[in-house]
Nanobody, 117 residues
Framework: VQLQASGGGSVQPGDSLRLSCTAS????????MAWYRQAPGKQRELVAR???????VYGDSEEGRFTISTDNAKNTMYLQMNNLKPEDTAVYFC????????????WGRGTQVTVSS
């Protein structure tokens, strides 16, 4: 399984970005997909997670500004990020959990998001 993340970039505070993560396999029956981020000198943290049924959970600072979604036909997960703040600056990684009966997960390489004036 390969995950390809894209859509990062350098933006100003208040701008929006949409990240994409495309899987090399069908995501129709996977357990979940998620976005994590890691800022310099900090631990990787959960941004948002979505189950195969469409249920979403968000990290503390993202709910209301970020929206996670999937397009099963394109095997792609999205993260719409609005009203970006400098503290959102990080490398964003996508993660795929294959099955509720397995601990096997896959990670993408990450895409850089930089928010600066």
């Amino acid at each position: 399984v390969q995950l390809q993340a894209s859509g990062g970039g350098s933006v100003q505070p208040g701008d929006s970005l949409r990240l994409s993560c495309t899987a090399s396999v069908s995501i129709f029956s996977i357990n979940y997909m998620a976005w994590y981020r890691q800022a310099p000198g900090k631990q990787r943290e959960l941004v948002a997670r979505i189950s195969s049924g469409g249920s979403a959970v968000y990290g503390d600072s993202e709910e209301g500004r970020f929206t996670i979604s999937t397009d099963n036909a394109k095997n792609t997960m999205y993260l719409q990020m609005n009203n970006l703040k400098p503290e959102d600056t990080a490398v964003y990684f996508c993660k795929l959990g294959v099955s509720p009966f397995s601990t096997k997960v896959y990670w993408g390489r990450g895409t850089q998001v930089t928010v600066s004036s």
